[in-house]
């Protein structure tokens, strides 16, 4: 740790990974304050503490004041709190001259060994079994959840664990389907299949279906008077047909529902065409469905087969 690195942490506020200190205290608040430091750090982090520095009240930022007393050593600071603590977090302690003003510097790593805590009663300052944490600029007493989550982050089983339940979570709360045809003996136009193969409910907020006339007895003329109906000048002789939606769909059995092209809609785009003597292309058939938890997901089916009406 040098000068400069020194001025740029003192000019900082002090916060959950920097504590200034005007001087050494007692063995006791030594392991609070590494340890309440200790508990934020996850692994590969870093923290400090600051002796020699007191708090400017203006804008809370460092002032360096300089140690009164000497300044002990790091293997001096280690033994002292060496029984108090269920581990000991890993730390240096050096020396840094200012001008000419004395500031020790404790450097707190993050190993991934959390939660660490008192093994016993120490006067006022430390209960046996109560951990601390930096909370902001002060110390504070973590929950019991908080310390589950600290040794589950640490622990690289544990975190993958933790990691794999949330991406399940996530996945169960997508809309998850999947679209087909399904043809009746009773229905000359196939109906659109949604089945709903997700973790939770979900409702079909459109569904489009695209045809291409494929006559060879009769012309169908999909121009229209209003540009509106129009096709694509890339596909003139695509029709679309927008169905509305579906209630929710229930996962697990009985979990699809089918939707048919509706006949004033057939007798719209095949207007003067004798049925029987029409054979017209299904192009694709587009779904966006709704999850009950908002998310939504867009699925197109391509179809290219052709029936005869």
Not at 100 to 126: K, M, N, Q, W
């Amino acid at each position: 740790m040098n000068e400069e690195q020194v001025r740029e942490l003192s000019s900082r506020s002090e916060g959950p990974t920097l504590d200034f200190k005007t001087a050494h205290g007692s063995k006791e608040e030594l392991a609070k304050d590494v340890m309440a430091i200790a508990n934020v750090l996850r692994n590969g982090e870093r923290g400090y503490l600051l002796f020699g520095v007191d708090e400017n009240p203006g804008d809370h930022t460092g002032v360096v004041v300089g140690l009164k007393a000497p300044p002990p050593d790091d293997a001096d600071l280690h033994a002292s709190i060496k029984h108090l603590l269920n581990r000991m977090p890993a730390f240096t302690y050096e020396v840094v001259q200012l001008d000419a003003l004395t500031v020790g510097v404790l450097e707190i790593r993050g190993e991934g060994r959390r939660p660490y805590f008192p093994l016993r009663d120490s006067g006022t300052v430390l209960a046996r079994h109560i951990a601390r944490k930096r909370n902001g600029s002060s110390n504070d007493i973590p929950s019991p959840t908080e310390m589950i989550e600290w040794a589950r982050e640490d622990d690289p089983v544990l975190h993958e664990s933790a990691v794999l339940d949330l991406e399940e979570k996530k996945r169960a709360r997508q809309a998850q389907f999947n679209v087909r045809f399904a043809r009746s003996a009773h229905q000359s136009w196939p109906a659109v299949v949604v089945e709903n193969v997700g973790r939770c409910n979900i409702a079909a907020e459109v569904i489009e279906v695209r045809w291409r006339s494929t006559c060879s007895v009769v012309t169908v003329a999909f121009a229209r008077d209003s540009a509106e109906n129009q096709g694509s000048p890339e596909e003139p002789q695509v029709e679309l047909c927008s169905l509305g939606g579906t209630q929710a769909i229930r996962p697990g059995e009985n979990n699809a529902v089918q939707m048919y092209v509706p006949e004033e809609d057939m007798k719209r785009v095949f207007d003067g065409v004798p049925l029987g003597h029409l054979e017209v292309e299904l192009v694709d058939v587009r779904v966006v469905a709704i999850s009950e938890f908002g998310h939504r997901a867009d699925q197109r089916l391509e179809v290219g087969s052709q029936i005869r009406l």
